[in-house]
């Protein structure tokens, strides 16, 4: 007899079916036919072993227990919930030492009370009193007063033995105490502290508190099953046994939560997508707060189908906290081939965004930490000296002035001569590009396979990797006239679309994603977006994409608090929200030197890098006062500016230049070294007061200008 085995496992501990296969009875007729192939199930009805062959239908293992990452999450809650029980109880040890020595005395009074009857022999007593009674009534018979004689004798007896045997006991344990060291005199009287406190103890008062166990939300597979009844994903039967949800694992401890795998029944007409679309109201009716359920649908890769869902429930919100330092401050170099590390999720797993190939764009509120997030990307390509990076910041703050460092191209604001830098800009990124495409058809397939780049063309052909990053979008398409705004919007789109296959990575981000500021058109061509919190569902699937915020990817839910903290996008069903590392300026600007002098050990410092001397003067740690330098960065598009403009500027960058006026700001040049050779600039026709570039630059020292 051979048996084989069935079964589906879909990633999960499932019970196999065993069928057995048995061989043909013999004929009677001698002339043998061939072997039978059928297969026949074990629970045939004439099969009388079907019974006790049927292996049973139920897990093995606990759902605790049928994987490691379970067995380890729910080991370290395990710890958790140990340590936070020694804090709790370490914390009132006044109160229990307290409480124990009452206990101790209620133990000390009930054990002498306990024990008066044995010292004073009541136990003969009795017998001792009512023979002195018989006595006082026959005072004429003799053997009854010796009867009592001797009973009296022996309880005298018994009392003073019991009596000295304990004050001997009392002498013994006071002269040890006494003799004993201080460590040793503590363990006696806790060893008799404890007993006593166990005796005097009672069901009002108890020794040690019983707190709750620190689990802010408990869960269970009714619970939930009730939770999908009310938002009406199941169907309501009378006296509760209405179709319900088929758990494949859990609901177990997983981390900071509560893990469960679930198949929603079938006949209901709902899918996995059902339950995504209403996570809101099913963390109201578990009691948490929507960000605290994060739910995602099973795909068959990973043994799943559209009723299956896989749903994480935090005990708090998994999004605050002190941030996560980004791993690249410690990096020494980095390759942007590999995977960029960008954040953590809910369960703190880490979260790597690869960005070749790809475009990104970022959006969401103000000070939500949009940028911040953004830089990640460029600080990545900051350590591969092979990244040749193209800056443009729309608003021309602080945020990305470390960048000339290190940029090839640095637009900084959005006035007229920024607006012309970046349009020069675009039209020297397009030629690149059109000169790779037409380099790349001419190499061999074996050197380039695919057409596109590869890591030994971009070094044998000294063909870095671009990075493209644009911050603050919006900012320059209100500040265009319409032939420009949508000449740009194409020039964009064609770098987002093309030049990936180049070596292009285009890293876009706008406070307004809306049709005004990043036009449609650009905005669908990207591949990869994060959203920091935005006002509605409209605006996160303006900047995710269109239909997100029903499938669960919404960055409407997060809050005020969530800085950092973003809805990534990486497909058209794949989301997470993500907890981004957090890189400060002083860290982005240490990063930016360290970059340049990476770019300068392999020869690939170039552009607006190599002749900005207020980038060479930080590397070399020379001196240059910072009003000198403030200026010579918001007028390096320009070779000479309005005193009025220069300050307005000046404050964009630094809001301490608020204050300056024109008078301060001359004195304050002029110490730092500045002679203006005129007071008197022309531009477009004004004539008005203002300063030259040249003039500033005199300032500098010599060294810096030489090495340029």
């Given at each position: 007899?051979?048996?084989?085995?069935?079964?589906?496992?879909?990633?999960?501990?499932?019970?196999?079916?065993?069928?057995?296969?048995?061989?043909?009875?013999?004929?009677?007729?001698?002339?043998?036919?061939?072997?039978?192939?059928?297969?026949?199930?074990?629970?045939?009805?004439?099969?009388?072993?079907?019974?006790?062959?049927?292996?049973?239908?139920?897990?093995?293992?606990?759902?605790?227990?049928?994987?490691?990452?379970?067995?380890?999450?729910?080991?370290?809650?395990?710890?958790?919930?140990?340590?936070?029980?020694?804090?709790?109880?370490?914390?009132?040890?006044?109160?229990?030492?307290?409480?124990?020595?009452?206990?101790?005395?209620?133990?000390?009074?009930?054990?002498?009370?306990?024990?008066?009857?044995?010292?004073?022999?009541?136990?003969?007593?009795?017998?001792?009193?009512?023979?002195?009674?018989?006595?006082?009534?026959?005072?004429?018979?003799?053997?009854?007063?010796?009867?009592?004689?001797l009973l009296h004798r022996e309880r005298t007896l018994a009392r003073r033995w019991r009596w000295g045997a304990a004050a001997t006991a009392v002498a013994a344990a006071a002269v040890g105490w006494y003799l004993a060291p201080p460590l040793l005199q503590a363990g006696m009287v806790a060893a008799a502290a404890v007993p006593l406190a166990h005796l005097g103890r009672g069901e009002d008062v108890q020794l040690l508190d019983n707190p709750t166990p620190p689990l802010r939300v408990d869960m269970n597979a009714q619970q939930l099953n009730d939770a999908l009844r009310a938002v009406g994903l199941l169907k309501a039967g009378k006296d509760d046994d209405g179709p319900r949800i088929t758990c494949v694992m859990g609901p177990v401890r997983d981390g900071r939560g509560w893990a469960v795998v679930f198949d929603l029944p079938r006949g209901g007409g709902k899918t996995a997508a059902d339950v995504l679309a209403k996570r809101t109201a099913i963390a109201a009716e578990l009691g948490v707060d929507e960000i605290q359920v994060i739910a995602s649908r099973v795909r068959a890769a990973g043994g799943g189908h559209a009723g299956r869902v896989s749903m994480w429930v935090a005990d708090d919100d998994p999004y605050l906290g002190e941030p996560v330092k980004s791993p690249l401050e410690k990096l020494e170099t980095f390759s942007v081939w590999d995977p960029i590390p960008f954040g953590q999720d809910a369960r703190g797993n880490r979260i790597t965004v690869p960005v070749m190939w790809q475009s990104l764009f970022f959006g969401g509120l103000p000070r939500r930490g949009k940028t911040f997030t953004q830089r990640l990307l460029t600080a990545a390509g900051l350590l591969d000296p092979y990244v040749r990076h193209y800056v443009a910041d729309g608003k021309g703050g602080a945020d990305w002035m470390p960048a000339k460092a290190v940029a090839h191209r640095l637009v900084m604001g959005a006035e007229d001569d920024a607006v012309e830098a970046l349009k020069a800009m675009l039209k020297e990124l397009l030629a690149e590009m059109e000169r790779r495409f037409a380099l790349l058809r001419g190499l061999p397939v074996s050197v380039c396979p695919e057409g596109k780049l590869t890591p030994a063309i971009v070094e044998k052909y000294n063909l870095p990797v671009i990075f493209v990053t644009i911050d603050e979008l919006q900012e320059y398409f209100t500040a265009m006239e319409k032939d420009d705004r949508e000449q740009v919007i194409n020039d964009l789109c064609r770098i987002a679309r093309r030049g990936p296959a180049a070596g292009f990575i285009s890293n876009y981000a706008s406070q307004r994603p809306d049709a005004d500021s990043v036009p449609t058109k650009l905005r669908e061509i990207i591949t990869l977006r994060y959203s920091t919190q935005v006002v509605d569902q409209t605006s996160s699937d303006m900047v995710l994409g269109k239909g997100k915020a029903a499938q669960g990817a919404d960055a409407s839910v997060l809050s005020e608090e969530h800085k950092g903290t973003g809805v990534l996008v990486t497909g058209p069903a794949s989301f997470v929200t993500v907890r981004a590392d957090f890189l400060d300026g002083p860290a982005f600007s240490e990063l930016c030197q360290r970059g340049r002098a990476l770019r300068q050990k392999h020869g690939q410092l170039t552009g607006d890098a190599v002749a900005d001397v207020t980038a060479a003067a930080d590397q070399a740690a020379v001196t240059i006062a910072p009003v000198l330098s403030d200026c010579l960065t918001v007028m390096r598009h320009t070779s000479r500016m309005h005193t009025v403009d220069l300050l307005q500027r000046l404050e964009n960058l630094d809001p301490e230049y608020g204050d300056w006026d024109a008078e301060r700001l001359a004195r304050e040049l002029e110490d730092a070294g500045v002679k203006r050779t005129t007071k008197q600039v022309n531009i477009a026709g004004k004539n008005l007061a203002g300063y030259r570039r040249e003039d500033l630059e005199a300032a500098v020292p010599p060294e810096l200008l030489d090495a340029r």
């Amino acid at each position: 007899m051979t048996e084989t085995l069935i079964g589906a496992v879909n990633g999960h501990a499932e019970p196999q079916v065993k069928l057995l296969k048995f061989a043909p009875e013999p004929s009677a007729d001698p002339a043998p036919e061939p072997e039978s192939t059928e297969v026949e199930a074990v629970d045939r009805p004439d099969n009388p072993l079907a019974d006790w062959l049927t292996v049973p239908d139920v897990p093995i293992l606990p759902p605790w227990a049928r994987s490691w990452r379970s067995l380890t999450a729910n080991t370290t809650a395990l710890g958790r919930l140990c340590v936070w029980h020694a804090y709790y109880h370490s914390l009132r040890v006044p109160k229990y030492a307290v409480r124990m020595a009452w206990l101790a005395v209620k133990g000390l009074w009930r054990a002498a009370r306990g024990l008066w009857p044995t010292l004073v022999a009541s136990d003969r007593s009795a017998a001792v009193k009512a023979l002195r009674a018989q006595t006082r009534q026959q005072p004429e018979d003799v053997d009854l007063a010796v009867r009592y004689a001797l009973l009296h004798r022996e309880r005298t007896l018994a009392r003073r033995w019991r009596w000295g045997a304990a004050a001997t006991a009392v002498a013994a344990a006071a002269v040890g105490w006494y003799l004993a060291p201080p460590l040793l005199q503590a363990g006696m009287v806790a060893a008799a502290a404890v007993p006593l406190a166990h005796l005097g103890r009672g069901e009002d008062v108890q020794l040690l508190d019983n707190p709750t166990p620190p689990l802010r939300v408990d869960m269970n597979a009714q619970q939930l099953n009730d939770a999908l009844r009310a938002v009406g994903l199941l169907k309501a039967g009378k006296d509760d046994d209405g179709p319900r949800i088929t758990c494949v694992m859990g609901p177990v401890r997983d981390g900071r939560g509560w893990a469960v795998v679930f198949d929603l029944p079938r006949g209901g007409g709902k899918t996995a997508a059902d339950v995504l679309a209403k996570r809101t109201a099913i963390a109201a009716e578990l009691g948490v707060d929507e960000i605290q359920v994060i739910a995602s649908r099973v795909r068959a890769a990973g043994g799943g189908h559209a009723g299956r869902v896989s749903m994480w429930v935090a005990d708090d919100d998994p999004y605050l906290g002190e941030p996560v330092k980004s791993p690249l401050e410690k990096l020494e170099t980095f390759s942007v081939w590999d995977p960029i590390p960008f954040g953590q999720d809910a369960r703190g797993n880490r979260i790597t965004v690869p960005v070749m190939w790809q475009s990104l764009f970022f959006g969401g509120l103000p000070r939500r930490g949009k940028t911040f997030t953004q830089r990640l990307l460029t600080a990545a390509g900051l350590l591969d000296p092979y990244v040749r990076h193209y800056v443009a910041d729309g608003k021309g703050g602080a945020d990305w002035m470390p960048a000339k460092a290190v940029a090839h191209r640095l637009v900084m604001g959005a006035e007229d001569d920024a607006v012309e830098a970046l349009k020069a800009m675009l039209k020297e990124l397009l030629a690149e590009m059109e000169r790779r495409f037409a380099l790349l058809r001419g190499l061999p397939v074996s050197v380039c396979p695919e057409g596109k780049l590869t890591p030994a063309i971009v070094e044998k052909y000294n063909l870095p990797v671009i990075f493209v990053t644009i911050d603050e979008l919006q900012e320059y398409f209100t500040a265009m006239e319409k032939d420009d705004r949508e000449q740009v919007i194409n020039d964009l789109c064609r770098i987002a679309r093309r030049g990936p296959a180049a070596g292009f990575i285009s890293n876009y981000a706008s406070q307004r994603p809306d049709a005004d500021s990043v036009p449609t058109k650009l905005r669908e061509i990207i591949t990869l977006r994060y959203s920091t919190q935005v006002v509605d569902q409209t605006s996160s699937d303006m900047v995710l994409g269109k239909g997100k915020a029903a499938q669960g990817a919404d960055a409407s839910v997060l809050s005020e608090e969530h800085k950092g903290t973003g809805v990534l996008v990486t497909g058209p069903a794949s989301f997470v929200t993500v907890r981004a590392d957090f890189l400060d300026g002083p860290a982005f600007s240490e990063l930016c030197q360290r970059g340049r002098a990476l770019r300068q050990k392999h020869g690939q410092l170039t552009g607006d890098a190599v002749a900005d001397v207020t980038a060479a003067a930080d590397q070399a740690a020379v001196t240059i006062a910072p009003v000198l330098s403030d200026c010579l960065t918001v007028m390096r598009h320009t070779s000479r500016m309005h005193t009025v403009d220069l300050l307005q500027r000046l404050e964009n960058l630094d809001p301490e230049y608020g204050d300056w006026d024109a008078e301060r700001l001359a004195r304050e040049l002029e110490d730092a070294g500045v002679k203006r050779t005129t007071k008197q600039v022309n531009i477009a026709g004004k004539n008005l007061a203002g300063y030259r570039r040249e003039d500033l630059e005199a300032a500098v020292p010599p060294e810096l200008l030489d090495a340029r």
